[in-house]
C-alpha cells in the first residue's frame, strides 16, 4: 500500500519535472508560430486518474476549462464526472480511499500537489452540491460563514459583503426582511440559491455546481440557470447534470463522460448538433444512459 | 420442498401469476383491521403499567417524605436525633462531587466522540485501534457501577499503594497546606489555674515546615499564633520551664506554655488543597462518578454527532474550513441538543449513583461540607441509604423526605436539560 503510494509520488514528482520543461518549449513554440485564438484557461487537468480503493474511476482525463464560460459534463451515472469535479477542490479528500495521479493545474499551482493549500484552494473554487445543505443557522450567518473563514471583516463590512452575495445568487429580494431567520425555513430553491451566495461570499474564481438542479422544481430550476447565465462574467462554472436541456440551455461548452473516459469535448452548440462521436450523439439524443 | 414447488409452479403456468390471477387470494381487511387495534391497545396497557408503577412509588415517598421536608432537612447536619438532623454536608457533597464530576467528564467525554466520529481512520492500523477503542467503550457502558467503586478505590483513593511506604503519609505529596502544632496554655491546667479565675484556657499555634517533623519542643522566643475571631494573630508566648514557677498574674498565666508540654499536630487547608493519593476525598468520587458516566455520555455523544447531516460538513468544507473549525462551526453546534440530552441525563445517573461512592468514600459521619478537592464527603443517595437502615421508624421518613429532595434536584436538571435544548432548537431551525 505504502510502497504504491510511494511510487505514485515518484511518477507525480517526474512528471512535473517534464512537465516544467514540455511547458517552456511550448511557450518557446507558442512565440514563433502564429499565436492561434484561444480561450483563456481556468482549470487544465493533464492525464487525471483517479481511484476508489481499486476501481479505477477516471482514466487519462486531460480537458481545459475555460475561464469565465460555462462547462457542463455529461454522461450517464457512474462516467466519473462528479469524481472529476470533486478533485477540482479536493473534496474527495474527505474519502479515505480515493487517490489520483495527473495533474490539475489552476493557474500556476498543481492542485493534487500534496503541499497545497487546501483552504485556500477552496476559498478559490467554490462548491454547490447536489442537495441544498444550508447550515442550521440564520440566512445572514449561512452567507457570513465562508467570509469570516478567510477574512478579518468588520461587521458593516460583512453585511456589505452578505448582501452582494444574496443579490448576486438573486435571492436578496425575497429574504432580505429575514437576514436573521433559520436558513432551513426557505424553500428549496431558496436554499439552493443561498448555497449560491454562500459559496461566491469567498470570493472564488471558479463555481463547482454538481447537479445543481436535480432536486428542484422546474422554477426554481429556471431560476438556477438564469443565476448562472449572469454569474459567468465573472466566474468559471462547471456544472454536473443529468439534464440534457440544461447542458444545451446555459453551457457554452460540454464534455461527455463515459466510463471513466472523456468520449468528446466541444463547443455545447457541437456535441448536441454534430458530435463526433457515435456515443456522444446516442446519449444527447436520449438513446441510453 | 420449496424447490419441488418452484418447479411445479413452473411447469404449470410457464408466465408468472399476476395479481390479478391472485384475486381469489385476498383477505379481508376487517381482521388486521381489528388486530390493529388490539395491539394499540395492548400497547397502551404496557405503558400504563410502568406508569403506574411510577406513580404509585411517587405518591408513597411524597405521602412518606413531604410531612419531614423542612428548612432543617435542608441546611442542617446529621444529628442522631431524627428531628434536628438535616442532609445539608450530603447535599453539598452531591454538589461538589457532580458539578467536578461534570467539569471532567464532559470534555473528555465529548472530546472522545468528536474524535471517533469526526477523525475517521485514514488507514488499517488506526481502524483497528478505533474499532478497539469503540468496542472497550460500549462494553464498559454495561459494566456494574460497584466494579467501578473498587477501581476507584485502587486507582483514585489509594493509587495502587504507589504513594504508600514505612513513612507512609508522611511522605506524600502536598500543595495548599499549613502544618502547625497545637500547644494549650497552663490557664488550661486546672491544678495551675487553681485560685485565678480570670485565666483563660488558650491556645497557640506553632507553625510547622512539613508534615514530617518531629513536635515542636517548646523554647523561649518561638513564634506562635493563636485564633482571634477568623484571624491567625501573633502572640508572644510565655515557656514556663520545669525550674520555674508560673506567674500569678491570669494575664501571664494564660500566655504561658509548659516547657515539657507535648503539642498536638493539626493542619490548615487551603481550598485549592491537592495530595497524592487523592484519599477518600471529593476528587476520588468524582473520577470514579466520571468512569461510571463516561461510556455512556460518549456513545450518546456520537450518536448525536452521527445524526448531523455529512453534507453540512461538506458544505463548510467546500468553503474552506479547516478539521476544526468544521467540527467547532457547524458538527458540534448542530449536534449540541442530543450532546446535552445525553449528558444530563448521565448526570442524573451520577447524581443518583450510590454503590462507588459507597466502596470509596464508605458510611462516614460528615458534619461539614466539603471545603476543598480532598476532603471528606457524603452524597444524598449514601445519607439516604445510612437513614433507612436505621431501626427507628422517624429516620425512615426523613430519608423518604431526603429522596423528595433527590427528586428534586433530578427534576431540576432534566428540566434545565428540556428548556436548554428547546431553546437551542428553536435557534437554529
Known amino acids: ?289 | 420442498m420449496s424447490v419441488n414447488h418452484n418447479n411445479a409452479t413452473e411447469t404449470d403456468s410457464p408466465v408468472p401469476r399476476s395479481p390479478k390471477d391472485l384475486q381469489s387470494q385476498l383477505r379481508g381487511s376487517e381482521k388486521r383491521i381489528s388486530l390493529d387495534h388490539i395491539f394499540r391497545k395492548a400497547c397502551v396497557a404496557i405503558a400504563a403499567v410502568s406508569v403506574v408503577i411510577l406513580l404509585f412509588l411517587l405518591g408513597s415517598i411524597i405521602t412518606q417524605g413531604v410531612p419531614s421536608l423542612s428548612i432543617t432537612l435542608l441546611t442542617g447536619t446529621p444529628e442522631p436525633d431524627a428531628e434536628q438532623a438535616g442532609a445539608w454536608p450530603a447535599i453539598a457533597g452531591t454538589i461538589w462531587v457532580c458539578s467536578i464530576c461534570a467539569l471532567i467528564t464532559l470534555p473528555i467525554g465529548i472530546g472522545t466522540a468528536v474524535l471517533l466520529e469526526e477523525f475517521k481512520p485514514r488507514n488499517r492500523w488506526t481502524t483497528k485501534v478505533f474499532s478497539v477503542i469503540q468496542v472497550n467503550i460500549s462494553n464498559l457502558a454495561g459494566v456494574p457501577s460497584v466494579v467501578y467503586g473498587i477501581l476507584g478505590l485502587t486507582a483514585f483513593v489509594s493509587m495502587f499503594g504507589l504513594f504508600d511506604g514505612p513513612e507512609q503519609r508522611q511522605n506524600h505529596l502536598e500543595i495548599g497546606a499549613t502544618y502547625y502544632d497545637q500547644f494549650t496554655n497552663l490557664a488550661s491546667d486546672p491544678f495551675m489555674s487553681m485560685g485565678i479565675e480570670d485565666a483563660k484556657e488558650r491556645y497557640f499555634l506553632a507553625p510547622v515546615a512539613s508534615a514530617s517533623l518531629p513536635p515542636t519542643v517548646p523554647k523561649a522566643g518561638m513564634t506562635a499564633f493563636e485564633y482571634q475571631g477568623d484571624e491567625l494573630i501573633e502572640v508572644d508566648v510565655i515557656i514556663v520551664g520545669p525550674e520555674d514557677f508560673p506567674s500569678d498574674d491570669p494575664e501571664e498565666l494564660s500566655l504561658s506554655i509548659d516547657a515539657s508540654a507535648i503539642p498536638g499536630r493539626i493542619s490548615e487547608k487551603a481550598w485549592y488543597y491537592f495530595s497524592l493519593p487523592f484519599g477518600r476525598g471529593v476528587l476520588a468520587g468524582a473520577l470514579t462518578l466520571m468512569l461510571v458516566i463516561l461510556p455512556v455520555i460518549i456513545i450518546s455523544s456520537q450518536e448525536a454527532l452521527r445524526a448531523v447531516p455529512s453534507s453540512l460538513r461538506d458544505g463548510a468544507r467546500g468553503l474552506g474550513a479547516t478539521s476544526w473549525q468544521v467540527v467547532w462551526n457547524i458538527t458540534l453546534p448542530a449536534a449540541a441538543p442530543g450532546i446535552l440530552t445525553g449528558s444530563i441525563l448521565a448526570m442524573s445517573r451520577a447524581i443518583g449513583e450510590t454503590a462507588p461512592i459507597l466502596i470509596i468514600a464508605g458510611i462516614v459521619y460528615i458534619r461539614n461540607a466539603p471545603q476543598h478537592l480532598m476532603d471528606s464527603y457524603t452524597v444524598l443517595p449514601l445519607q439516604i441509604y445510612n437513614w433507612t437502615s436505621r431501626p427507628q421508624e422517624e429516620f425512615h421518613s426523613i430519608a423518604a423526605a431526603g429522596i423528595v429532595v433527590l427528586l428534586l434536584i433530578l427534576l431540576t436538571f432534566n428540566a434545565a436539560a428540556v428548556v436548554l435544548r428547546q431553546r437551542m432548537q428553536n435557534k437554529t431551525r
Not at chain 1, 505504502?2 to 511510487?7: A, D, G, L, R, V
Not at chain 1, 477540482?88 to 489552476?106: C, E, K, Q, W, Y
Not at chain 1, 438556477?224 to 447534470?241: A, C, H, K, N, P
Not at chain 1, 452548440?269 to 457515435?278: G, L, N, R
Open chain 1, 1 to 289: 500500500m505504502s510502497q504504491m503510494q510511494m511510487e505514485v509520488t515518484r511518477e507525480r514528482q517526474r512528471n512535473k519535472r517534464t512537465m516544467k520543461t514540455s511547458a517552456t518549449n511550448s511557450s518557446q513554440a507558442d512565440e514563433s508560430t502564429a499565436p492561434v485564438e484561444q480561450d483563456p484557461v481556468a482549470i487544465e487537468t493533464k492525464d487525471l486518474c483517479s481511484w476508489y480503493g481499486n476501481f479505477q474511476a477516471l482514466h487519462d482525463i486531460s480537458l481545459s476549462i475555460p475561464k469565465n464560460k460555462v462547462t457542463a459534463f455529461i454522461g450517464p451515472s457512474g462516467c466519473g464526472k462528479s469524481t472529476l469535479l470533486r478533485w477540482f477542490n479536493r473534496m474527495n479528500d474527505t474519502i479515505p480511499s480515493a487517490r489520483a495521479t495527473g495533474h490539475v493545474r489552476l493557474g500556476e499551482t498543481d492542485l493534487l500537489d500534496a503541499t497545497t493549500d487546501v483552504v485556500e484552494l477552496r476559498r478559490r473554487i467554490g462548491i454547490v452540491f447536489q442537495k441544498a445543505n444550508p447550515f442550521p443557522k440564520s440566512i445572514f450567518e449561512n452567507v457570513a460563514f465562508g467570509p469570516r473563514l478567510h477574512m478579518q471583516l468588520s461587521r458593516s463590512e460583512l453585511s456589505d459583503l452578505v448582501e452582494w452575495a444574496l443579490r448576486k445568487a438573486a435571492v436578496w429580494e425575497e429574504v432580505k426582511d429575514r437576514l436573521n431567520a433559520p436558513a432551513l425555513g426557505l424553500s428549496g430553491g431558496q436554499q439552493q440559491r443561498l448555497c449560491i451566495a454562500r459559496a461566491i461570499a469567498t470570493g472564488p474564481e471558479v463555481l463547482l455546481m454538481d447537479e445543481p438542479c436535480s432536486a428542484l422544481d422546474p422554477a426554481s430550476t429556471l431560476a438556477i440557470e438564469d443565476l448562472m447565465d449572469e454569474l459567468r462574467d465573472q466566474y468559471s462554472i462547471i456544472i454536473v447534470t443529468h439534464n440534457m436541456q440544461q447542458a444545451s440551455r446555459c453551457s457554452d461548452k460540454t464534455a461527455f463522460f463515459f466510463e471513466g473516459r472523456v468520449v468528446e469535448f466541444a463547443s455545447t452548440e457541437k456535441i448536441f448538433t454534430s458530435p463526433d462521436s457515435e456515443k456522444t450523439e446516442d446519449y444527447v439524443r436520449g438513446r441510453f444512459g
